[in-house]
């Protein structure tokens, strides 16, 4: 198995700009979540879906931040516009409900300037 | 506010040595618990999960659940310094098993 899938790894954007993160989860897992990860605050929940369905968004910052998930095997992270205080480490997360954890893709670094 | 706390360290311990590594929750709810290891620039990787009171052992690791305490351990035998990373420890929100709440994590140097 592939595992979890991200792109692109490294996105440098100016202030303003939209940017688009991309998972694509292993395949069978029926939950995805979208995390970031800051030195100050840690791994964040931004966002989660159960069958496609977002569950809770309650960890999503602002307006700004938008997320879908079209179907089974594709998610997208979206900002719009993007501020230099988003610069951070995205993950994208997919488990099979139950009790197995979560598996992680690579990251996305985002750094706003 | 449900947490997960950890001592931030920075942990050392001699090549050789046993780390032991611990966390508290606040969540009554949460039925799994997971300890994720990363390595500097990369992604949590899932180590040891555990579910029910008591040790579970995976080779040289062994993570420890005491619900009446909220207290989960991971316990490292025979270090490497292959081992240092941040461990993270993570667990359920309650009643939705993949979802997880990390704490944020102790950092752990194995010294040669």
């Known amino acids: 198995d592939a595992g979890v899938i991200q792109s692109p790894r490294h996105e440098v954007t100016e202030m303003g700009q939209e940017v688009t993160l991309r998972c694509k989860p292993i395949s069978g897992h029926n939950s995805l979540f979208w995390y970031r990860q800051t030195m100050m605050r840690g791994l964040e929940l931004l966002i989660y879906f159960n069958n496609n369905v977002p569950i809770d968004d309650s960890g999503m910052p602002e307006d700004r931040f938008s997320a879908k998930m079209p179907n089974a095997s594709f998610s997208t992270l979206k900002i719009q516009p993007s501020e230099p205080r988003d610069s951070a480490v995205y993950f994208c997360?997919?488990?099979?409900?139950?009790?197995?954890?979560?598996?992680f893709g690579q990251g996305t670094r985002l750094t706003v300037v | 506010q449900k947490e997960v706390e950890q001592n931030s360290g920075p942990l050392s311990v001699p090549e050789g040595a046993i780390a032991s590594l611990n966390c508290t929750y606040s969540?009554?709810?949460?039925?799994?618990f997971f300890w994720y290891r990363q390595y500097s620039g990369k992604s949590p990787e899932l180590i040891m999960s555990?579910?029910?009171?008591g040790d579970k052992e995976d080779g040289r690791f062994t993570a420890q659940l005491n619900k009446a305490s909220q207290y989960v351990s991971l316990l490292i035998r025979d270090s490497q310094p292959s081992d240092s990373a941040t461990y993270l420890c993570a667990g359920s929100r309650g009643g939705s098993q993949g979802n997880l709440i990390f704490g944020k994590g102790t950092k752990l140097s194995v010294k040669p």
């Open positions: 997360a997919s488990s099979f409900t139950g009790l197995q954890g979560a598996f």
């Open positions: 555990i579910y029910s009171n």
């Open positions: 969540d009554r709810g949460s039925q799994s």
